[in-house]
């Protein structure tokens, strides 16, 4: 399966295309649990950074820079994390070289590693420093999701319920199925999904407008996963529900779906309910510091840069607890 986009990379979306071919040429960054499972495929010109958002670092960039021999390529070989530190990485090396991204997590195959988003962070404050930068191709091999753990592939399953949500696109009948590993079906799902961000992307590649539909549960989301050191599934399952509830409540969107949604999040094993005494204020000062834009939600494909009172989010997370 193959995507092409207006906008300069290629999508190649097939099960064995890297473990049977092997990689492209090129300086390889990766992460330490990939190395060790991958060790023999990835070789020796690489860079290999620890498993967690903190590698998204000031210090880890320089380190990489300051390995690099006149390199001409770059192979980000992993999940969100390495493909965020790569891309800044190849998007500012030499005012620009190659960057391939062989996504390695769900999660990177169906979002992540489409649309050249990357950066790193500033603290707290996630992506604060980055640039959009395409990448010439991006290889997807869902036999890596062999050794993902399950709660790595969650992390995927609540960005493909998301899609669907939108969408329409897995379709939700589907998605209450529940979404494995071994589905015969998953990459028809990877590649629907990699299909609408690309289109998204042609649409609004430097996402000034309408790729913000896509933040649909980061709002809140990207703020519970900081206070509460939740995972990116369980963080965003929750944002998407609270920002459905909020939506309600603002008369934006209609609440016929909100049991069908709650059920798909539940039957896939992700979290619907808000963390016990959570401290809403802090969750909100959070919310304050995204990047996105001071309280700026997105509901659905029509509403998608709306303006939230502070009182209105305080009101629904409140009510939530």
Not at 251 to 266: A, P, S, W
Request: proline share 2%.
């Amino acid at each position: 399966m193959n995507i092409k986009s207006s906008k300069g990379f290629e999508i190649e979306i097939q099960n064995g295309l890297i473990q049977q071919n092997g990689f492209p040429k090129g300086f390889v960054i990766t992460d330490t649990n990939l190395f060790k499972h991958y060790k023999n495929l990835i070789g020796d010109n690489g860079f290999i950074i620890n498993a967690e958002e903190k590698s998204k670092s000031i210090e880890t960039y320089f380190e990489i820079i300051n390995k690099l021999q006149n390199e001409d390529k770059i192979i980000s070989f992993g999940g969100g994390v390495v493909g965020d530190l790569a891309g800044f990485v190849a998007s500012t090396y030499k005012r620009g070289i190659t960057l391939i991204q062989i996504p390695t997590s769900l999660l990177a195959m169906v979002d992540s590693s489409i649309g050249g988003k990357n950066g790193i962070n500033l603290g707290k404050r996630k992506n604060y420093l980055g640039t959009i930068y395409q990448p010439e191709k991006i290889l997807i091999d869902p036999s890596f999701l062999e050794t993902l753990s399950i709660e790595e592939f969650k992390n995927g399953v609540a960005e493909i319920i998301k899609y669907g949500i939108l969408f329409g696109k897995p379709d939700l009948q589907r998605i209450e199925k529940k979404i494995n590993c071994s589905d015969i079906d998953l990459q028809k799902i990877i590649f629907q999904c990699a299909l609408i961000k690309t289109q998204i992307v042609e649409e609004d590649e430097k996402d000034k407008g309408y790729r913000h539909v896509l933040n649909f549960g980061h709002t809140i989301g990207h703020a519970l996963e900081l206070f509460c050191n939740l995972s990116h599934g369980e963080a965003i399952s929750i944002g998407m529900i609270n920002e459905f509830k909020l939506g309600i409540d603002l008369g934006i969107i209609k609440k016929d779906n909100l049991i069908q949604i709650k059920n798909l999040f539940t039957i896939n094993g992700l979290p619907v309910d808000l963390p016990r005494n959570i401290n809403v204020n802090q969750v909100i000062e959070l919310i304050k510091q995204d990047k996105k834009g001071n309280l700026i939600f997105a509901f659905d494909k029509e509403n998608y840069n709306v303006n939230v009172r502070e009182e209105d989010i305080r009101r629904i997370l409140l009510k939530c607890s």
